[in-house]
């Protein structure tokens, strides 16, 4: 979907898109309102995270969410003031209601990341590090305050390399977070480029946990002003950031990092024997980059559910990857807890396959859930 800025003549303007909502605003406005709304929310967080408590639910959730958006106040209010258009769902967003989904649906650990359509690069770099940690103290709160509830995927300041390396320091050091999100690209690049590198080697070197959630391309955005982004170019920036992390050797060089692709790996599984084929004639390299093979590498990483526990997608994934790789989610608030985990009831697996991936698998993941 395309976007006019509010302000045209602001020379930058930042875009956030998720699910076909789009907002547009000057860089101006955002700094702006921003800066009065995070004054005003900033050190009151904890309060705002305690109030509406939910009641413990009748029957005992189980499920690990590892795809759950938050949205802090003092970005709903920024983005309000500055003009920002965007879904009404997020605009409502509230913890009780993420409490009280989370009860209907049996999910008992919600791991919450921004959504990483949310870029803050435009607005600068010091202010792209401010509001970063910003975001993940706040986040971070809701953990404390509801330990077994919730979880946290850092957000980082990409493409600032140095301040990306000092916030995942923050992240696991102080705030204790539980893993870290990433985009699927940031400038144009995604996660395999040379470039970034050193937070790649930096995350292997810390065994982390890393989400990876899709945003607009900038390549490829505007093809169709009709259609939304998020009906196929989001799935397209997971095949695109998986294809750049394998024959980029990534994968190869991250061995002990722990990835989580979204809605179930997007075409990774109906692409993984095409490219295993087309690569041995058009990869001159592909021996070095991938000594273990094309299967090897895809078939260790981690796919989650959300929106695509349907038959067909779930058929495809299982039909490549072990049900140990596999981990529910369900892109809360774009698609509600009761829908996926009704998705996923339909999709015909035994009761030792739906257990794997309620539970188990990101038990395994993130030691600290199984508390």
Same mark, same amino acid.
């Given at each position: 979907m395309r976007c006019d800025p509010i302000d045209r003549k602001a020379e930058a303007s930042v875009q956030t898109c998720h699910t076909g909502a789009c907002g547009c605003f000057s860089r101006r406005s955002l700094l702006r309102s921003f800066s009065a709304a995070a004054a005003a929310t900033t050190l009151s967080a904890p309060a705002v995270w305690a109030q509406g408590a939910s009641p413990a639910p009748s029957a005992k959730p189980h499920r690990i969410d590892v795809h759950h958006h938050f949205y802090p106040p003092f970005l709903i209010e920024a983005w309000q003031k500055a003009n920002v258009r965007t879904t009404p769902v997020v605009i409502r967003w509230k913890l009780q209601a993420t409490l009280d989904q989370m009860d209907k649906g049996g999910v008992a650990t919600a791991m919450l990341s921004l959504p990483t359509g949310l870029n803050f690069q435009n607005l600068g770099a010091e202010d792209n590090k401010r509001m970063t940690r910003m975001v993940n103290e706040y986040g971070?709160?809701?953990?404390?305050?509801?330990?077994?509830?919730? !979880?946290? =995927?850092?957000?980082?300041?990409?493409?600032?390399?140095?301040?990306?390396?000092k916030e995942i320091e923050y992240a696991f050091a102080v705030l204790k977070a539980d893993g870290i999100g990433l985009n699927t690209s940031y400038d144009g690049k995604w996660l395999g480029d040379p470039a970034f590198k050193p937070v790649m080697d930096e995350l292997n070197r810390r065994k982390a946990v890393v989400f990876v959630h899709p945003v607009r391309p900038e390549c490829c955005d505007s093809l169709m002003s009709y259609v939304p982004s998020s009906f196929a170019e989001y799935p397209q920036e997971t095949n695109r950031t998986v294809?750049?992390?394998?024959?980029? !050797?990534? =994968?190869?060089?991250?061995?002990?990092?722990?990835w989580i692709f979204c809605h179930g790996g997007a075409a990774v599984p109906l692409l993984a024997n095409r490219v295993k084929s087309l690569a041995k004639i058009q990869v001159r390299n592909a021996a070095e980059v991938l000594p273990n093979g094309v299967d090897f590498e895809l078939q260790r990483l981690y796919y989650e559910t959300a929106n695509a526990a349907f038959v067909p997608?779930?058929?495809a994934?299982?039909?490549?990857?072990?049900?140990?790789?596999?981990?529910?989610g369900t892109d809360y608030p774009y698609v509600t807890v009761e829908e996926n985990v009704g998705d996923l009831?339909?999709?015909?697996?035994?009761?030792a396959e739906l257990k794997a991936i309620d539970n188990e698998n990101a038990m395994r993941l993130i030691p600290r859930l199984k508390a």
């Open positions: 971070m709160q809701a953990v404390k305050e509801h330990p077994a509830r919730f !979880g946290m =995927f850092a957000f980082m300041p990409m493409p600032d390399l140095d301040a990306t390396l294809l750049s992390l394998l024959f980029g !050797g990534g =994968f190869t060089r991250t061995r002990d990092i722990k997608n779930l058929t994934l299982l039909k490549y990857v072990p049900i140990s790789q596999v981990v529910f009831l339909k999709a015909g697996l035994s009761a």
